[in-house]
């Protein structure tokens, strides 16, 4: 698709990071720029604007909080937060509050930038085009479920209390079986824990999102690992992040929104490309060999229920 009608916005409060970028994609699309996240949120409400790339770190309002700003005014631009500090509530905040499309770490590489932001331009044009057929949330699909993948029983516990009663929510008692749930049935929302025994379920949630991008996957751990959950973004688009002890209130929150989500990208097939991952560095290929029937039958039951 070529993206030079899309528009990009690029929010930095340094003015020569801005000469940059502007420089870097002229030509390829048309492009805003301003050091002010209120002036940035103004451009997003008075026209369409496909992509917004905000820095993390200004003055007047961080990254974050702008493209939150971002995901209630135009649920369909696609958001990028560009930034050289690795500080993990800034990194949770952008999952939970902003939606990202890609976490992207300054000095950035040029040709990675351009591919990312067109790709997410490609993706926006896409959306923006049938944004009225996915305006109104359709039911829920018959049959779709939630998985609990925790080796502690009060996680189910709590998902179950806190779901619709409607929804059916099973709880894995390993990730062979949790793979086995997902090859045969329309899981609409993953509840991990990332640490779970022995087994890589950063990895394995990786894994999911590109063989069935329409099952959101909400991640909870304790762990405080700034690179993993950048990985985990970009390579993995994790709909939530929730740190244990488990929120009653955030956990409540992350189900309703993913449940919604699911149902709307059942509607619309073409909202699961906003759901696009990065290819990881390194495959896990004994994670791949061992679990490959599984991965098969996850992806072609998957593309199965887009066709349907």
């Keep these: 698709?070529?993206?030079?009608?899309?528009?990009?916005?690029?929010?930095?409060?340094?003015?020569?990071?801005?000469?940059?970028?502007?420089?870097?994609?002229?030509?390829?699309?048309?492009?805003?720029?301003?050091?002010?996240?209120?002036?940035?949120l103004e451009f997003v409400r008075r026209q369409p604007v496909h992509v917004v790339v905000s820095d993390q770190r200004m003055p007047e309002m961080v990254g974050v909080e702008l493209l939150r700003g971002v995901r209630e005014a135009s649920p369909a631009t696609m958001r990028l937060l560009l930034t050289g500090y690795s500080d993990l509530p800034a990194i949770?905040?952008?999952?939970?509050?902003?939606?990202?499309?890609?976490?992207?770490?300054?000095p950035?590489?040029?040709?990675?930038?351009?591919?990312?932001?067109?790709?997410?331009?490609e993706i926006a044009?896409?959306?923006?085009?049938?944004?009225?057929?996915?305006?109104a949330a359709p039911p829920m699909p018959a049959g779709a479920?939630?998985?609990?993948?925790?080796?502690?029983?009060?996680t189910a516990r709590l998902v179950r209390e806190l779901s619709p009663e409607s929804h059916e929510v099973r709880r894995a008692e390993s990730v062979e079986s949790a793979l086995s749930i997902l090859s045969e049935h329309d899981v609409a929302v993953v509840v991990a824990e990332?640490?779970?025994?022995?087994?890589?379920?950063?990895?394995?949630?990786?894994?999911?999102?590109?063989?069935?991008?329409?099952?959101?996957?909400i991640a909870v751990s304790a762990l405080r690992d700034s690179r993993s959950l950048i990985d985990l973004i970009n390579q993995g688009q994790i709909f939530r992040?929730?740190?244990?002890?488990?929120?009653?209130?955030?956990?409540?929150?992350?189900l309703s929104s993913g449940l919604d989500r699911h149902a709307r990208?059942?509607?619309?097939?073409?909202?699961?490309r906003r759901h696009a991952v990065e290819e990881p560095k390194f495959e896990a290929v004994s994670l791949s060999a061992r679990f490959m029937e599984y991965w098969r039958r996850i992806r072609d039951n998957g593309r199965a229920r887009q066709s349907s």
């Design 145 to 154: 479920m939630i998985l609990v993948v925790d080796e502690d029983p009060e």
């Design 92 to 106: 949770v905040a952008s999952v939970n509050d902003g939606e990202i499309f890609r976490f992207v770490e300054k």
């Design 265 to 272: 990208t059942r509607a619309a097939p073409v909202l699961l």
């Design 108 to 121: 950035w590489q040029p040709q990675y930038l351009i591919e990312t932001v067109e790709q997410a331009a």
């Design 1 to 40: 698709m070529n993206t030079s009608q899309a528009t990009v916005l690029f929010v930095d409060d340094e003015e020569r990071i801005l000469r940059s970028l502007r420089m870097l994609f002229r030509g390829r699309c048309q492009v805003l720029a301003t050091t002010s996240g209120r002036e940035a």
């Design 194 to 217: 990332l640490k779970y025994r022995q087994d890589d379920m950063a990895g394995v949630l990786k894994t999911l999102k590109r063989h069935n991008p329409a099952t959101l996957a």
């Design 125 to 135: 044009l896409a959306e923006f085009a049938a944004r009225s057929q996915a305006s």
């Design 241 to 254: 992040f929730l740190p244990k002890p488990l929120s009653r209130e955030l956990l409540r929150r992350s």
